[in-house]
C-alpha cells in the first residue's frame, strides 16, 4: 500500500508488492454525518482493498479535530505503543490531515507511514487504473496532493543543512526541496495539458452521439453497488466487475437495445465514496463530463447496503459537486437477490418510483429496461411516415434510433408510425403522413 520511507506518492507496483499491517484511526464528532462505525467500516474494506491487514481499531470523541495532531496527544501516544506491539507499518486515518498533522503524527509514531484517507484512496486508484486517461488522471491527483507535502521529504536535509552553518540560508535539503517543487510543478502542467488533449477527444465522441439522435444513459452510484455488473447484465459488455471498492475506474460506453428494438447508449463511470477527495473529482472531470452530458442517470445503490441512504446522499453530494443534480434520474436498488422478502417490501413503499433488480440473477432486468424506455419516450414525438423503398436508409434509421410502433409494406413503400427522438425527428419530415393517411403537401 504505501512505503513505510517517506516518498510520496507510492507506484502501484511497488502497492501490489507489499502487504501492510495497519492499525485504523477514527474520530467522532457530533457534527458528522455518518456514524463512526460505518464510517471506520467502510475505512476497513479501503485498507483491505489497497492490500493492507487491519492488526487494530482506535476512535476517540472530539468536538474538533487537534490543529497539531489531528487526534489527541495522549491518543496518539496510545496508536504509537499498538503501532509497535502490533508490528503495525502503517497507520490510517479516516479523515483528511494537514501536512503539519501528518509530520507530527510521524514523529510521535516513529517507523510507521501515516496516510488519511485521501492518500488511501489516491493509492487504491493508482492499483486500478488501466487506460492512459485513467493513469494521467490518478498521477495528477497524488501530484496535487504531494505538493505541498514535500518538505516533510527532504526535513532532515533542512534541518543537517549540508554545508551550512548557523546563519547559512539555503542548504542541500532547500535546493532538493525547491527542484522536487519545480519539477512536480512541470509534471503538474503537463499532466493537465495532456488531459486537455482527451478531454477535447471526448468532447467531440459526446457531440456525435448527440448528433445521432441516441439517448444517453449513464450508471451512477456508490462504489461497490454493482454497476459493473449491472452494465454486463444489460449489454454482455464483459466489463471487470468484483466485490472490492473501485474495481474500476474508467468509464465504458456500450449500445443497449431496449425491448421494442430502439437503441440508446449506456455508459458505466467510476464508483463514489463518502468523503471523495475533491482532487480525485476534478482530475476525473474529463470522465464524470459523461454523466453531465446524459440524458438519463441511473443511480445505482446497493439494496443490502446497511447505511444506503448515506450512500444515496454522498453520491447526490457529487452529482452536485459536478452541476449533474439537474439530469433526470431514475433509482435502481441491486443486489436484490441478498435481501428478504420484507425488505423489498419497505423499499418498495419506500421508493415507489425505484426499480429493484438483480444483477446478478437477472431478477427485475426487464422491469428496468421498460423504464428505460419510458423514459426515452418522453423526449420523443410520435409521427406515421410512408418511406419509399428506394430509401431503406431511413427504414434503418428509424430501427436503430427510435421506437418503431407498427410497420406495414405498401405498393408505395414502408408505412411506419414511430416515436422518434426529438433530435433527429425532422429528418422524417418529408415522408410525413396527414392525419387522413396521405402524404402532408410540400
Request: glycine letters at 6%; one cysteine or more; aromatic letters at 4%.
Amino acid at each position: 500500500m504505501c512505503a513505510r520511507e517517506r516518498n510520496y506518492p507510492s507506484t502501484a507496483e511497488e502497492i501490489a508488492n507489499r502487504r501492510d499491517r495497519a492499525v485504523l484511526v477514527g474520530v467522532d464528532r457530533a457534527s458528522a454525518q455518518w456514524p463512526i462505525e460505518e464510517s471506520m467500516a467502510e475505512l476497513e474494506r479501503l485498507a483491505h482493498t489497497a492490500g493492507a491487514e487491519v492488526v487494530d481499531t482506535l476512535t476517540q470523541r472530539l468536538d474538533k479535530p487537534n490543529p497539531r495532531t489531528f487526534i489527541g496527544a495522549g491518543k496518539a501516544e496510545e496508536v504509537a505503543h499498538i503501532a509497535r506491539d502490533s508490528g503495525a507499518n502503517v497507520v490510517i486515518i479516516d479523515d483528511d490531515l494537514t501536512p503539519t498533522q501528518q509530520a507530527n503524527l510521524e514523529d510521535i509514531i516513529p517507523d510507521t507511514k501515516v496516510l488519511d484517507r485521501t492518500q488511501l484512496i489516491l493509492d487504491i486508484f493508482a492499483l486500478h487504473a488501466a487506460s492512459r486517461e485513467g493513469k494521467l488522471q490518478v498521477e495528477l491527483a497524488q501530484l496535487e496532493y504531494m505538493l505541498p507535502r514535500l518538505r516533510g521529504m527532504w526535513g532532515h536535509l533542512v534541518r543537517e543543512r549540508l554545508g551550512g552553518g548557523r546563519g547559512a540560508r539555503f542548504g542541500a535539503g532547500e535546493s532538493q526541496l525547491e527542484t522536487d517543487r519545480r519539477l512536480a510543478r512541470k509534471r503538474i502542467r503537463d499532466l493537465k495539458r495532456d488531459l486537455a488533449s482527451v478531454a477535447r477527444e471526448r468532447e467531440l465522441q459526446r457531440k456525435q452521439r448527440a448528433r445521432s439522435g441516441l439517448f444517453r444513459v449513464s450508471l451512477v452510484g456508490y462504489t461497490n453497488a454493482g454497476k459493473s455488473t449491472l452494465l454486463n447484465a444489460l449489454t454482455a459488455a464483459q466489463v471487470l466487475s468484483a466485490d472490492m471498492l473501485f474495481a474500476t475506474l474508467d468509464s465504458t460506453t456500450r449500445r443497449l437495445a431496449l425491448p421494442e428494438g430502439r437503441g440508446v447508449t449506456l455508459t458505466d463511470t467510476v464508483g463514489f465514496i463518502h468523503k471523495l477527495p475533491h482532487g480525485l473529482v476534478e482530475a476525473f472531470k474529463s470522465t464524470l463530463d459523461e454523466v453531465s452530458a446524459s440524458d438519463l442517470l441511473l443511480h445505482v445503490t446497493d439494496a443490502s447496503a446497511s447505511h444506503r441512504d448515506a450512500q444515496m446522499q454522498a453520491v447526490r453530494e457529487v452529482l452536485h459537486e459536478i452541476d449533474a443534480h439537474r439530469t433526470r434520474q431514475l433509482v435502481v436498488f441491486n443486489k436484490l437477490d441478498l435481501i428478504g422478502q420484507e425488505e423489498r417490501a419497505l423499499l418498495a413503499r419506500r421508493h415507489p418510483a425505484a426499480v429493484l433488480v438483480s444483477a446478478q440473477t437477472g431478477e427485475g432486468i426487464d422491469s428496468l429496461l421498460r423504464r428505460v424506455a419510458e423514459e426515452a419516450a418522453r423526449d420523443s414525438v410520435t409521427l406515421t411516415v410512408l418511406v419509399p423503398y428506394t430509401r431503406g436508409e431511413i427504414v434503418k434509421l428509424a430501427h436503430e434510433r427510435a421506437q418503431v410502433l407498427s410497420e406495414t409494406h405498401t405498393p408505395h413503400g414502408t408505412r411506419m408510425m414511430l416515436r422518434a427522438p426529438t433530435e433527429i425527428a425532422d429528418t422524417f419530415d418529408d415522408f410525413a403522413l396527414s392525419e387522413e393517411g396521405s402524404a402532408v403537401d410540400e
